[in-house]
Structure formats: C-alpha cells, structure tokens
C-alpha cells in the first residue's frame, strides 16, 4: 500500500463485512443517540444498562468488521490512522462513542457509588450525542468523497445514513423495553410515532437521491445509475429496502396493531442491513482509494 491507497484488487470489491460494520456501527451510534436523548428528556428511568451495553456490542462487532475486510491487521491500522481520512475519523468517533457508552452503563448499577450522580451522568449523555451522531454519519461521508463511483458521490448519503441509523436505534431501544424493563415505563406508541417520522423521511431522502442521480449530467453516470436500478438490484432497492423496510413497517406502525409491531421493527432492521449492502456494492469493480 502506497500513500492512502489500497490494493486496486482488494478495493474494487468491498462486500459483507464492511456494510456489516456500516450497518452495526450506526445501529450503536444510534442507539447510543437515542438512550442518551431519553436520559436527558425523561430521565435515567427510562432506560437500562442494556441500553448503553449494546451499543458496545454493535460498535465492537462493526470496528471487528472493517478490520477483517481491510485486510492484513498492520495494513488496516496505516490506513486508519491517516489523520486525513474519514475513517480515522470513523475510528476516533466510534472509539469515544464505545467509552461513552460503557459510562452510561456504569450509572445503572446501583451499588457504584456514582450511580446517582444525575448531573455528571447528563453531562455524558450531552456529550454522547455528537459522537454518536458522527458514527452514524460519518460512512455516507466516506463513501460521498469517492469521486469516481457516481452513485456515492455527494454529501447526501451521510444524512440519509444518519436517519437509518437513527430508526435501527430506536427500534433496539424498544426490543431492550420490551425484554428488560419490567415496567413497561415507555410507551409503545411514543417508539411507532417517532419511527414513522423517521422512515417517511428516509422515504422523501431516497426518492430525492435517486432521482437527482437519474439526471446526472454525464453519459458515463447516467449509464451506471441505470444499470444499478435495473433488473435484480431494483428489486433489492425497491422492494426489499423500500417497500419492506420502509413502507410496510410504516403502515404497521400507523394501524396501531401493536401485535404487529414486533414485525415492523424486525423490517426495518433488515431492510437498513439491506439499505447499506446496495450502496456499499453499487458500481461493483470500480478502483477505490481511501483519499478523504
């Protein structure tokens, strides 16, 4: 490896691991955010040490990940530790994300002599949000500065991988209700509301985006963007991320049948998981560079 550039051959192929490690990294950034905003608005109550030990786990599991799929351990090491890339970054965020985390944590066990310390315990929880907010963000940035993969080029996956990460967020906050809290405190329908307007605009987001990328200027572009949104793809778009990830867990939520909701929140799990393996495989076989 020379500079910041990796092996031509390695770099044209990303595949599972690295949108698993984008999937897992945003779901504990967005935990993370979510447990942390629930601490401030309604109190530590509210939430459990389940709901700061997962995102550890997600975090972890993603960091995992990315290192297997850069490759040779020393090698993935060099690449993220360019103070100029948006995975050093990355590693940097989800590293104090992890730390915040495991503090959080440590306040839901009684016997620990801070655990009532409500106002040390806030300060963590503001300062987890940002962090928490650039985990989840921070992999649309990465893949918008590959300027030479039409699909990822812009800033405006970043956001839309932000709300993904978001929604994935509240529906583990909401399992982790479900399973460890045993008095129910948060309200099924406050988590279904909340999710609605999070998957409507990832909804609004997704149509804009492929829509401005259907009229890219450029015969070149607008030749890969249509051969990405054609036969078997655009059925992993359309109907596996959209309709089943988005749509249908939209229309569960707003019927109120709270029997079904369990099964909305496992399509939106799937369909982000499935969100990230389009994009990160979009423009398959073009040569990668960790540039920015």
């Known amino acids: 490896m020379k500079g910041n550039k990796m092996n031509q051959n390695h770099s044209s192929n990303w595949g599972w691991m690295l949108y698993t490690d984008f999937f897992l990294g945003a779901l504990g950034g967005g935990l993370l955010i979510i447990g942390s905003l629930f601490i401030l608005f309604y109190?530590?109550?509210?939430?459990?040490?389940?709901?700061?030990?997962?995102?550890?786990i997600a975090m972890g599991l993603g960091s995992s990940m990315l290192v297997l799929e850069l490759g040779n351990?020393?090698?993935?090491?060099?690449?993220?530790?360019?103070?100029?890339?948006?995975?050093?970054?990355?590693?940097?965020?989800?590293?104090?994300?992890?730390?915040?985390?495991?503090?959080?944590a440590t306040f839901q066990i009684p016997i620990l002599p801070w655990s009532h310390l409500t106002g040390i315990q806030?300060?963590?929880?503001?300062?987890?949000?940002?962090t928490g907010l650039g985990v989840a963000f921070y992999p649309g940035l990465l893949l918008g500065g590959m300027n030479?993969?039409?699909?990822?080029?812009?800033?405006?996956?970043?956001?839309?991988?932000?709300?993904?990460?978001?929604?994935?967020?509240?529906?583990?906050?909401?399992?982790?209700?479900?399973?460890?809290?045993?008095?129910?405190?948060i309200s099924p329908s406050l988590i279904n509301k909340l999710n609605v307007f999070l998957l409507a605009l990832q909804i609004i987001g997704w149509v804009s985006y492929v829509h401005n990328k259907l009229n890219l200027p450029s015969t070149r572009e607008?030749?890969?963007?249509?051969?990405?949104?054609?036969?078997?793809?655009?059925?992993?778009?359309?109907?596996?991320?959209?309709?089943?990830?988005?749509?249908?867990?939209?229309?569960?939520?707003?019927?109120?049948?709270?029997?079904?909701?369990?099964a909305a929140h496992v399509f939106v799990l799937i369909g982000a998981f499935m969100m990230?393996?389009?994009?990160?495989?979009?423009?398959k076989g073009?040569?990668?560079?960790f540039s920015r």
């Open 148 to 185: 030479n993969r039409p699909f990822w080029r812009g800033p405006f996956l970043a956001p839309l991988f932000l709300l993904s990460g978001l929604s994935t967020g509240l529906v583990i906050f909401s399992f982790i209700d479900m399973v460890w809290s045993g008095n129910s405190a």
């Open 73 to 104: 351990p020393f090698r993935a090491w060099r690449v993220i530790t360019n103070p100029q890339s948006f995975l050093t970054i990355g590693a940097i965020l989800m590293t104090l994300s992890i730390g915040l985390s495991v503090l959080l």
């Open 222 to 262: 607008d030749s890969a963007m249509t051969n990405i949104f054609t036969g078997s793809r655009r059925l992993v778009f359309w109907g596996g991320f959209i309709g089943l990830g988005l749509v249908i867990p939209i229309i569960i939520y707003l019927s109120s049948l709270e029997n079904l909701a369990t």
């Open 276 to 283: 990230r393996g389009f994009v990160v495989t979009a423009d």
């Open 122 to 130: 806030n300060m963590i929880a503001i300062i987890a949000i940002p």
């Open 286 to 289: 073009v040569p990668l560079e």
């Open 43 to 56: 109190g530590p109550d509210y939430t459990t040490i389940a709901t700061f030990v997962a995102p550890v």
